[in-house]
């Protein structure tokens, strides 16, 4: 019998888990013993570089940058692994609560220190995805069902609309194609291009990157928090706002926000008018109608017709109330990216199909072109997953497709099917094509 069977059969019985019992570190342990898909990971971060090429780099693997966040914030960084097996030993001894993933690094980091001593830098990030994080606490001051890490169907489609938004530019403007969506487990996404020019990018060009999904520039005391340069938006702003920011401002957002109902609400929109005289006109119009038998809903959808009305007649007035619209819309709805994770290449972040510590949610995949069918609350627990060992309903060897049925199966199928199957096999016609340019040059300069 296995240390897996026995981790099953040693699994505490839950039929109505408590708040308080939906992580802990036994079902960790059970998970990571049972469920967790290490070889899928492994596949992902070899990049093609599995040993069965001659053109492989059979050091690749072993050079990639893992931390573990254990039970009381104990912290290990800098952690690598030869193998997929040494990777599955260590997080099967450790059981970590958190696993992030770095950057891969010149030489081993795990062996950092005995090349330190060599007195040359020799130990630098040369290659890691290209991250994005966002996570809807930044979104506080635009929703109003929810606050900090608390999150529901009313908020989370902020998160849906900045998938939209980011995942259209990296695909049209920038051209990647390799492109992996990631739930946190509580409130946010993690966003991972792994197409090979993304990897490859100096901390420079990923600043770049960032730089050109910079809108919200503004803090609790900016009154106007997004910069939209000059008269016109940018095409990529025009189509982001065209395609999702303007519809989800006026429909869903309005209708679970509210945000024009009471005077608190609709004061912070007003600030955003530069227009004195039009604030003023504004606030006394709707001063005037607070007793109004219409719904929330409705309040606020004709008091922002009326401000759109009103700010489109007096535009010729003053030149900066022409984008005052689209700022308000942008305010609310564009996606608030943490740039700074974005830009360094060797910034750290959560691997995907963890399991998150405050809510026992597993990190599973988002398919972007169906994000809007996403549901965070529906995200499989630790204790469910355990349960359903329990009950027989799945024998979970994740290497194997009959657990497809299973609460994790469907992403586990997801991301490999979708994501790291297409990805693989560009990755092994690129090891292909640089093997051959490789020996043909080696023919050449001895062809003399």
């Given at each position: 019998?296995?240390?897996?069977?026995?981790?099953?059969?040693?699994?505490?019985?839950i039929n109505n888990p408590k708040p308080e019992e939906l992580f802990n570190v036994n079902y960790l342990r059970i998970y990571y013993g049972n469920l967790f898909p290490y070889t899928d990971?492994?596949?992902?971060?070899?990049?093609?570089?599995?040993?069965?090429?001659?053109?492989?780099?059979?050091?690749?693997?072993?050079?990639?940058?893992?931390?573990?966040?254990?039970?009381?914030?104990?912290?290990?960084?800098?952690?690598?692994?030869?193998?997929?097996?040494?990777?599955?030993?260590?997080?099967?001894?450790?059981?970590?609560?958190?696993?992030?993933?770095?950057?891969?690094?010149?030489?081993?980091?795990?062996?950092?220190?005995?090349?330190?001593?060599?007195?040359?830098?020799?130990?630098?990030?040369?290659?890691?995805?290209?991250?994005?994080?966002?996570?809807?606490?930044?979104?506080?001051?635009?929703?109003?069902?929810?606050?900090?890490?608390?999150?529901?169907?009313?908020?989370?489609?902020?998160?849906?609309?900045?998938?939209?938004?980011?995942?259209?530019?990296?695909?049209?403007?920038?051209?990647?194609?390799?492109?992996?969506?990631?739930?946190?487990?509580?409130?946010?996404?993690?966003?991972?291009?792994?197409?090979?020019?993304?990897?490859?990018?100096?901390?420079?060009?990923?600043?770049?990157?960032?730089?050109?999904?910079?809108?919200?520039?503004?803090?609790?005391?900016?009154?106007?928090?997004?910069?939209?340069?000059?008269?016109?938006?940018?095409?990529?702003?025009?189509?982001?706002?065209?395609?999702?920011?303007?519809?989800?401002?006026?429909?869903?957002?309005?209708?679970?926000?509210?945000?024009?109902?009471?005077?608190?609400?609709?004061?912070?929109?007003?600030?955003?008018?530069?227009?004195?005289?039009?604030?003023?006109?504004?606030?006394?119009?709707?001063?005037?109608?607070?007793?109004?038998?219409?719904?929330?809903?409705?309040?606020?959808?004709?008091?922002?017709?009326?401000?759109?009305?009103?700010?489109?007649?007096?535009?010729?007035?003053?030149?900066?109330?022409?984008?005052?619209?689209?700022?308000?819309?942008?305010?609310?709805?564009?996606?608030?990216?943490?740039?700074?994770?974005?830009?360094?290449?060797?910034?750290?972040?959560?691997?995907?199909?963890?399991?998150?510590?405050?809510?026992?949610?597993?990190?599973?995949?988002?398919?972007?072109?169906?994000?809007?069918?996403?549901?965070?609350?529906?995200?499989?627990?630790?204790?469910?997953?355990?349960?359903?060992?329990?009950?027989?309903?799945?024998?979970?060897?994740?290497?194997?497709?009959?657990?497809?049925?299973?609460?994790?199966?469907?992403?586990?199928?997801?991301?490999?099917?979708?994501?790291?199957?297409?990805?693989?096999?560009?990755?092994?016609?690129?090891?292909?094509?640089?093997?051959?340019?490789?020996?043909?040059?080696?023919?050449?300069?001895?062809?003399?």
């Amino acid at each position: 019998m296995t240390r897996e069977d026995d981790a099953m059969m040693d699994a505490p019985q839950i039929n109505n888990p408590k708040p308080e019992e939906l992580f802990n570190v036994n079902y960790l342990r059970i998970y990571y013993g049972n469920l967790f898909p290490y070889t899928d990971i492994h596949k992902w971060l070899s990049y093609g570089h599995d040993g069965k090429h001659p053109g492989c780099d059979e050091y690749y693997f072993g050079r990639r940058e893992f931390s573990f966040t254990l039970e009381n914030d104990v912290y290990l960084r800098y952690k690598s692994f030869k193998t997929a097996s040494a990777m599955e030993d260590a997080i099967k001894s450790h059981f970590p609560y958190k696993i992030d993933i770095g950057a891969v690094y010149s030489v081993d980091p795990d062996k950092r220190h005995a090349y330190s001593q060599t007195g040359t830098n020799v130990f630098t990030p040369v290659e890691r995805e290209l991250v994005f994080d966002i996570d809807i606490t930044d979104y506080d001051d635009v929703r109003y069902c929810c606050s900090g890490a608390d999150v529901c169907s009313k908020c989370w489609p902020l998160m849906t609309v900045a998938i939209k938004v980011i995942h259209t530019s990296l695909t049209e403007d920038f051209g990647f194609k390799h492109i992996l969506w990631v739930f946190s487990g509580r409130r946010g996404v993690h966003c991972w291009v792994c197409d090979p020019k993304a990897r490859r990018m100096t901390n420079e060009q990923r600043s770049a990157v960032a730089e050109y999904f910079r809108v919200y520039k503004g803090n609790e005391n900016n009154a106007r928090k997004v910069a939209l340069m000059g008269y016109s938006l940018h095409p990529f702003l025009a189509r982001s706002y065209v395609d999702y920011l303007k519809g989800f401002f006026e429909g869903e957002l309005q209708a679970t926000q509210s945000i024009f109902s009471s005077r608190e609400k609709y004061e912070k929109i007003l600030e955003m008018i530069s227009d004195e005289d039009i604030q003023s006109e504004l606030r006394e119009k709707w001063e005037n109608s607070a007793r109004s038998s219409l719904s929330e809903e409705a309040i606020s959808l004709v008091r922002w017709e009326q401000l759109k009305n009103t700010l489109q007649s007096k535009k010729h007035k003053a030149p900066i109330l022409r984008m005052c619209v689209e700022e308000i819309v942008f305010t609310f709805t564009y996606p608030r990216i943490d740039l700074e994770v974005s830009k360094q290449m060797n910034h750290l972040l959560k691997a995907p199909f963890c399991v998150h510590p405050k809510t026992g949610r597993v990190c599973v995949p988002i398919d972007p072109y169906n994000c809007d069918e996403f549901d965070p609350l529906a995200v499989p627990t630790l204790s469910q997953l355990i349960e359903e060992i329990n009950s027989g309903g799945s024998r979970m060897d994740v290497d194997d497709d009959d657990s497809d049925g299973s609460l994790l199966g469907k992403s586990i199928k997801f991301f490999r099917s979708s994501f790291l199957e297409p990805l693989l096999k560009l990755c092994k016609e690129e090891i292909e094509s640089s093997y051959k340019t490789k020996i043909a040059k080696s023919k050449d300069s001895f062809s003399w």
